[in-house]
């Protein structure tokens, strides 16, 4: 009894924690497994890509800086929020990569954000227009994306040229506005 009544608690205890970092757990025969993609170290290839998609194809750097750091690289555009003091969690960057932010600069990353509701509207329930963001991205990009704002910048302090040898992989002419 004893020992079915620690197992219980085990299993409880586990499921709490899993919930709690958005983990699905699997029970098999006695045994925990918590696999996730996110708790592993991220892979390389994939953190360059979500750099790709950051500099490149999204654009990112035009409000929000090549550092995400909200030092926006043209005056045109709008002021982007400095992503290295972020607070937002996994799933709510996700979401507001894929549906924007209403009545701001930021657009709607994903194709179809507010032509089915799934980001909570439809286009005739926003007060203002979306911007339209240089490109889309598929879910898969958003995901990429995410996985190198969270390696690189959210929670990384304030760039600095370690950082920013790090960040780009070597000294780039970039790192020559930080002291040494």
Known sequence: MRVAVQFVAIAI??????ANAGRIVSLTAGMVAIPTAHAQARDAGDVAEGM???LQKGDC???HGWAADGRK????????????ETRLDRA???QTIKCGRPGTGMPAFDKFAYTDGRCGMKQTDLKTPMPDPPATFQPREIEL?????????????P??????IEYWGSEVEACGEFPR
């Open 13 to 18: 205890v586990v499921i709490a924690i899993s």
């Open 52 to 54: 790709r998609l950051y």
């Open 61 to 63: 750097q035009a409000c």
């Open 73 to 84: 690289m043209d005056s045109q555009m709008p002021d982007g929020s400095n992503l290295r």
């Open 92 to 94: 709510r960057l996700i």
């Open 145 to 157: 994306l995410a996985d190198f704002l969270f390696a690189k910048i959210i929670g990384k302090g």
């Open 159 to 164: 760039m600095n040229r370690a950082r920013c």
